[in-house]
């Protein structure tokens, strides 16, 4: 996805969820003042982006770069078509390095690494923590390297397809409280060690912790909603203690359930326009 050996990150300005309705199909960004980087990690939905003279088809697991300008003849603007209910991840950020002059989509729908560091990165940003900017930026770095080692770490896809029954059966079971590795091993074949070697290396962490992270991810979902009590989502999403839920979820978001609500809440009431 990009050339250059080293990217230096100078700062990062903000990261966003945002939705894409088809009500709208046509969402044009003329970028007058387009002064940051972007990378857009698009979590679902089906678009066509039109940037200049190129058209790109991004569908999930697609990342796009846009690079910054203010000159509107040497950055056109973009233009979102919305084939179906889109859903991204955006990340601004400026940078002294030669990054390119175009927009470039590739797409990373097998390395769901790098989908759980842009939702790291996301709820990093929103709680605004002691320390969580630096959390932030080691985050987009790790995120940067996976970009990097993309070219080749998918190069034996043979591999990874050993251990696609164990990944496609943990995406749809992961809330569960009684799932078995030792019978994921012998979906696949092989041994938990190798089991594990794979998934570190394709997933970038254990079968257990990939579970464990994709549990906590759901559970962001819920709370945002927030229509059940700690106690029930913990249950739904695969924890039979609250209070170990509690203490796994403050270990990966920074803060404890409760506190991530208020922590959005308050977001929420930030971007709200003040009445003059």
């Not at 509107?72 to 209910?85: A, F, L, M, N, S």
């Not at 990054?99 to 939702?119: A, D, Q, R, T």
């Not at 290396?201 to 257990?208: M, V």
């Amino acid at each position: 996805m990009f050339n250059c050996e080293k990217i230096s990150i100078k700062e990062i300005n903000y990261i966003f969820r945002k939705s894409d309705d088809p009500n709208t199909p046509h969402m044009k960004f003329p970028t007058a003042n387009f002064s940051n980087y972007e990378l857009i990690y698009k979590l679902s939905g089906d678009v066509l982006v039109h940037y200049g003279d190129k058209t790109q088809r991004e569908r999930a697991g697609d990342i796009r770069f846009i690079p910054p300008s203010t000159d509107k003849e040497e950055h056109p603007g973009y233009r979102v078509d919305i084939t179906e209910p889109a859903e991204g991840i955006i990340v601004g950020f400026t940078s002294d390095s030669q990054l390119p002059h175009e927009m470039i989509v590739k797409n990373f729908s097998k390395n769901s690494h790098i989908k759980n560091l842009f939702i790291q990165a996301e709820k990093l940003w929103i709680c605004k923590k002691g320390g969580c900017y630096y959390n932030v930026m080691s985050v987009l770095y790790e995120i940067l390297a996976e970009i990097f080692a993309d070219n080749y770490q998918y190069a034996d896809s043979s591999k990874f397809e050993i251990i696609k029954p164990a990944v496609d059966y943990l995406d749809e079971h992961f809330f569960e409280n009684d799932i078995n590795y030792k019978s994921l091993c012998e979906m696949c074949g092989i041994s938990y060690k190798y089991m594990s070697t794979l998934f570190k290396k394709f997933l970038g962490e254990s079968p257990n912790k990939y579970v464990i992270s994709k549990r906590i991810d759901f559970a962001c979902e819920l709370l945002v909603g927030r229509y059940d009590s700690i106690g029930e989502i913990a249950y739904k999403c695969g924890f039979c203690d609250e209070y170990y839920f509690s203490r796994v979820f403050k270990n990966h978001v920074g803060v404890s359930p409760s506190g991530y609500v208020k922590e959005i809440h308050l977001k929420v009431h930030e971007m709200k326009p003040s009445v003059s």
